[in-house]
Nanobody, 118 residues
Framework: QVQLVESGGGLVQAGESLLLSCAASGSIFSRAAMGWYRQAAGKQRELVAGITSGGRTNYAGSVKGRFTISRDNAKNVVYLQMNSLKPEDTAVYYC????????????WGQGTQVTVSS
């Protein structure tokens, strides 16, 4: 079982930055692929950025060059540094842990609101 708790959301102006954090419980964090997703009002949830257990990263085209995902396996935390924020980045951001250990499991945090004003 993995529990995820996001923090760091808030209201910012366009062009500003935010750092999201996702703290994970459980001993299998280092083996999990982690991801940040977002869901804007009236839209489907979409992948923003992902990082494998080995540290390889991937990004949605809309955030490439502005957002950076990283992880600290010693602290069981994954981060999303968001720079040059735009109003279209406004959404609820969710942390996801994808674990393949005796089966495939996906765990989600409760989400944190990010609002970017123009």
């Amino acid at each position: 079982q993995v529990q995820l708790v996001e923090s760091g959301g808030g209201l910012v102006q366009a062009g500003e930055s935010l750092l999201l954090s996702c703290a994970a419980s459980g001993s299998i964090f280092s083996r999990a692929a982690m991801g940040w997703y977002r869901q804007a009002a009236g839209k489907q949830r979409e992948l923003v950025a992902g990082i494998t257990s080995g540290g390889r990263t991937n990004y949605a085209g809309s955030v490439k060059g502005r957002f950076t995902i990283s992880r600290d396996n010693a602290k069981n935390v994954v981060y999303l540094q968001m720079n040059s924020l735009k109003p279209e980045d406004t959404a609820v951001y969710y942390c996801n842990a994808h674990v393949v250990v005796a089966g495939v499991y996906d765990y989600w945090g409760q989400g944190t609101q990010v609002t970017v004003s123009s």
